[in-house]
């Protein structure tokens, strides 16, 4: 499967962003997706969470009450939204298609979309 991160770019600080990931070559309706984030100089940090039918979440506490993870199974397509944006946001976000263990650990995911980087100025 080949994931498609897209939707970053350059906002101000209080602003939002959708970001989307498009799966292409396998459906992904049957795995959890998840939300990591790399900012500059820092390890890659888990941001969100849905499982397969959407019916569970779970946000890192740094992102909780502004982000909000969704799919669209008909579309293969999982989304981010991000609100009330801040500078330490600032990061590449990558989708990946989870396997099993912890969710919040990136080691769980096999297979990741190339990023999408979003700048939040102050």
């Known amino acids: 499967v080949q994931l498609q991160a897209s939707g970053g770019g350059l906002v101000q600080a209080g602003g939002s962003l959708r970001l989307s990931c498009a799966a292409s070559?396998?459906?992904?309706?049957?795995?959890?997706m998840g939300w990591f984030r790399q900012a500059p100089g820092k390890e890659r940090e888990f941001v969100a969470y849905?499982?397969?039918?959407?019916?569970?979440?779970s946000y890192a506490d740094s992102v909780k009450g502004r982000f909000t993870i969704s799919r669209d199974n008909a579309k293969n397509t999982v989304y981010l939204q991000t609100n009330s944006l801040k500078p330490e946001d600032t990061a590449v976000y990558y989708c990946?298609?989870?396997?099993?263990?912890?969710?919040?650990?990136?080691?769980?995911?096999?297979?990741w979309g190339q990023g999408t980087l979003v700048t939040v100025s102050s």
């Open positions: 070559g396998r459906t992904i309706s049957s795995y959890g």
């Open positions: 849905i499982n397969n039918s959407g019916g569970f979440t």
């Open positions: 990946g298609r989870y396997l099993i263990g912890s969710y919040s650990s990136g080691s769980s995911y096999v297979y």
